[in-house]
């Protein structure tokens, strides 16, 4: 068992309904967490909490990784023979914009957010 955090000394009791809290652990099961003291200390607190699906941000993460193995082998390749070809400096810069284009999605997503 967790020690408690002493940093907390002053402790809050409420009562709920039994489907108050289906609809609390409903809602914490939306947002992937399980820790119950947390999300009610979030929600006590900010009043809300934004769980964000984008997609885009997934898509994101994927060509940051295609990009970082593609740049490490084309300096692998400099370093090992003393050359790069006008090909693979091309396929890095069509890497990049993909990624840019992937930016401005998701900050147009997050635009739209109120």
Partial sequence: MKAPNRQ?????KFRVTRSERTLI???MEQ??????????????????????EL???REMVS????????LNQLTRRVHETGRFYDAD???LRQSYDGLW???QKI????AKLQ
């Fill in 25 to 27: 652990e409903q809602k």
């Fill in 55 to 57: 997609p885009e941000l």
């Fill in 101 to 103: 284009d992937a930016a």
């Fill in 63 to 70: 060509l940051l990784r295609r990009s970082s193995n593609n």
């Fill in 89 to 91: 400096l091309e396929e």
């Fill in 8 to 12: 907390r000394e002053v402790q809050l």
């Fill in 31 to 52: 947002l992937g967490t399980t820790n119950m003291a947390a999300y009610l200390r979030k929600m006590a607190v900010d009043g809300y909490v934004v769980n964000l």
């Fill in 107 to 110: 900050l147009t997503s997050l």
